[in-house]
């Protein structure tokens, strides 16, 4: 193999390299911005009533969390999103 192919090879490879880790940061921004807006409208769906019961996910059951604690787990996760 001449010198001016194993360049190129060379190249390419990085090039590959490059792409692969351009769509995995292109996939955990879309992952990120797809959380933000579930939280976004979680939020909205928190200042719609005051007084609704708020329930939260565990397994196949639902419990029943505190309002202060279910505003607070939103707002720390949009923080966290926001700083990424």
């Known amino acids: 193999m001449s010198v001016e192919q194993k360049k190129l090879q060379s190249l390419s490879d990085e090039y590959q390299k ?3 880790d351009l769509q995995s940061n292109i996939d955990a921004r879309q992952k990120l911005e797809s959380q933000q807006q579930e939280n976004l409208g979680v939020q909205k769906e ?3 009533d005051s ?3 708020i329930y939260k996910l ?3 059951v639902l419990l029943k969390q505190d309002r202060s604690e279910a505003v607070l787990a939103v707002d720390g996760r949009l923080a ?3 700083k990424e």
């Open 80 to 82: 966290f999103i926001e």
């Open 58 to 60: 565990v397994g196949p």
């Open 18 to 20: 490059l792409q692969t």
């Open 46 to 48: 928190f200042a719609l």
């Open 51 to 53: 007084s609704a019961n």
